[in-house]
Nanobody, 127 residues
Framework: QVHLVESGGGLVQAGGSLTLSCAAS????????MNWFRKAPGKEREFVAA????????QYADSVKGRFTISRDNSKNTVALQMNNLKPEDTAVYYC????????????????????WGQGTQVTVSS
């Protein structure tokens, strides 16, 4: 399994930007799709963004489309989430997750398909 560590969270005003990073070690990072999920207080964890193992495909939740960008660098074993025009409703703990099988052909948004998770990083957006 891949070991994942997120960083980059913090407190930002509405309209601001943050970039989250997820560093991977062990396993075969470059062969698995990577997703970002988030969990807000009192809500279920939800899908945010996905990037394929080949870095050729991405997918976003409707709520972040046009504001967030996911990217990965397989040479550095990292995946990033650039978040612009942040809103108070983006406040949550953000998690990166690695897919449970390599070389998949379709991105998925359901968390049960992910076997490795980071510890999460808090993002707080003030109004």
């Amino acid at each position: 399994q891949v070991h994942l560590v997120e960083s980059g969270g913090g407190l930002v005003q509405a309209g601001g930007s943050l970039t989250l990073s997820c560093a991977a070690s062990g396993g075969t990072f470059s062969s698995v799709d990577m997703n970002w999920f988030r969990k807000a207080p009192g809500k279920e964890r939800e899908f945010v963004a996905a990037v394929s193992w080949s870095n050729s495909r991405t997918q976003y939740a409707d709520s972040v489309k046009g504001r967030f960008t996911i990217s990965r660098d397989n040479s550095k074993n990292t995946v990033a989430l650039q978040m612009n025009n942040l809103k108070p409703e983006d406040t949550a703990v953000y998690y990166c997750a690695a897919r449970d099988r390599p070389y998949t052909v379709q991105l998925v948004t359901t968390e049960y398909s992910f076997s490795s998770w980071g510890q999460g990083t808090q993002v707080t957006v003030s109004s």
